[in-house]
Each structure stands twice: as structure tokens, then as C-alpha cells.
């Protein structure tokens, strides 16, 4: 119940382009945000992308990307396949880490999937 699942990750060079997918076992209307966060070596667990849905059915979402995306990467839904989208471009070295797909539900609870590996490397 409520499993997230990521996909899509994999080695390429810099410039290049991936996209990570995320399925979710809840219905749509009992999400209120999905986000995606990566993880590097050494460094703390940072947040990527926000779609806030809010519950909501008749609303568009919210989406809010970090400083470091820079028009760069696009997060979407498709609630009818339950996935979760984050198109990435202009890949960088920087952007190597495990990505990791998050639902808060409408009544409080965090769920984490285990993460897709992201390398850029020539």
C-alpha cells in the first residue's frame, strides 16, 4: 500500500538529457504533494521539484523547482498512469546523485521510494 517506485535513472554525459519516472500506489486525490530530492555523496538530501496538488481535482498544481534547476528540469503528473515526471536537460556533473520520489498524503504521511541513480560523466 502506497509503494513509490522510481525508474529512468542511468549514466549520462554532460549536456545530456534523462527522465526519471515515479509510481504511486494512492489515489490522486488523497496526495497532497509529490516532490522529487536527490541525494549526493557527501552532501544532505535536497529538494529538486514540488507538485502540490493540495487534494485537489479541479485545480491545476503547484509546481516549484529549486534555485540549482534553472529552467532546466520539468517536473509533471500523469494521474491517470499514477506517475510522476521529472524531465532533466543540460545534465551536470553537480547533478549526479540518487534521486528520490516523495508523497506527503492529504492527511499527514510521508512516503519515500528507494531512489534511481543519476551519474553524469563523460
Known amino acids: 500500500q502506497g509503494r513509490l517506485v522510481e525508474s529512468g535513472g542511468g549514466l549520462v554525459q554532460p549536456g545530456g538529457s534523462l527522465r526519471l519516472s515515479c509510481t504511486y500506489s494512492?489515489?490522486?486525490?488523497?496526495?497532497?504533494?509529490m516532490a522529487w530530492y536527490r541525494r549526493a555523496p557527501g552532501k544532505q538530501r535536497e529538494m529538486v521539484a514540488t507538485i502540490t496538488t493540495g487534494g485537489w481535482d479541479d485545480r491545476p498544481p503547484r509546481i516549484e523547482y529549486a534555485d540549482f534547476v534553472n529552467g532546466r528540469f520539468t517536473a509533471s503528473k500523469e494521474d491517470t498512469k499514477n506517475t510522476m515526471y521529472l524531465q532533466m536537460g543540460s545534465l551536470l556533473p553537480d547533478d549526479s546523485a540518487v534521486y528520490l520520489c516523495h508523497v506527503r498524503t492529504t492527511w499527514g504521511e510521508l512516503r519515500w521510494g528507494q531512489g534511481t541513480q543519476v551519474t553524469v560523466s563523460s
Open positions: 494512492e489515489a490522486p486525490n488523497n496526495i497532497y504533494t
